[in-house]
């Protein structure tokens, strides 16, 4: 069992739609959750992270951990044909820079 | 906005050939990482640098991959020799420290095909 599962199904939704994006992870002692966005060609930029459990919001997007699921979600609202790239769930335990990366999901939204 | 440069972007290379790739960081990171990632996968971690030192290289296949960071600043990763299986984009990071997080920004990376 991998660390961290990230369904790496594509996911194509029209402009304006939410977009909902999940991983599950087994390692209790994460600590730092991510998300990354990857736009083809490109290496993977750091969109947003959450320290422990709770919700964090940045614009449009909203990162929720449960850690008592061990379960983590990013939330698109309002998507934009800019938002379409890969997004990659990782975590981290405290002290330790070591990242885990799910498989990403590649999100297309369609004008 | 300072980026990590990495060279080249495409490389194609004949099995048992030897290959090499290169990393400059971000002014300032001390923290340097090489990444490998497989067409619809994760990143996986190679080995990590702290200044010149190697922290972390568990997971790289030290019978024919190599890295260096010999002045602590630039790297160098090398693959030799180069199997069908090390197809793959490789990436590289450097981070510095905030308040907790040790943000990672990676570079463009370097796609491998080894025919």
């Known amino acids: 069992q991998k660390e961290v599962e990230q369904d790496p199904g594509p996911l194509s939704v029209p402009e304006g739609a939410i977009v909902s994006l999940n991983c599950t992870y087994s390692?209790?002692?994460?600590?730092?959750f991510m998300w990354y966005r990857q736009y083809s060609r490109k290496g993977p930029e750091l969109l947003m992270y959450?320290?422990?459990?709770g919700n964090k919001e940045d614009g449009r997007f909203t990162a929720q951990v449960d850690k008592s699921s061990k379960y983590i979600s990013l939330f698109i609202r309002d998507s934009q044909p800019s938002d379409s790239a890969t997004y990659l769930c990782a975590m981290s335990v405290e002290g330790n820079n070591r990242l885990a990366f799910g498989k990403g999901n590649q999100v297309v939204v369609i004008p | 906005e300072a980026e990590v440069a990495q060279s080249p972007r495409y490389k194609i290379t004949e099995k048992s050939q030897a290959v090499a790739f290169w990393c400059d960081p971000i002014s300032g990171h001390a923290t340097l990482y090489w990444y490998r990632q497989i067409l619809g996968q994760g990143p996986e971690l190679l080995v990590q640098?702290?200044?010149?030192?190697?922290?972390?290289d568990s997971q790289l296949p030290k019978d024919r991959f190599s890295a260096e960071r010999l002045k602590g600043v630039d790297s160098t990763l090398k693959i030799q020799p180069a199997e069908l299986g090390d197809s793959a984009m490789y990436l590289c990071?450097?981070?510095?420290?905030?308040?907790?997080?040790?943000?990672?920004?990676f570079g463009p990376g370097t796609r491998l095909l080894v025919l």
């Open positions: 959450t320290y422990s459990s």
């Open positions: 640098f702290q200044d010149e030192s190697v922290v972390d």
């Open positions: 990071a450097s981070s510095y420290r905030t308040s907790g997080l040790e943000t990672q920004y």
């Open positions: 390692n209790s002692a994460f600590q730092y």
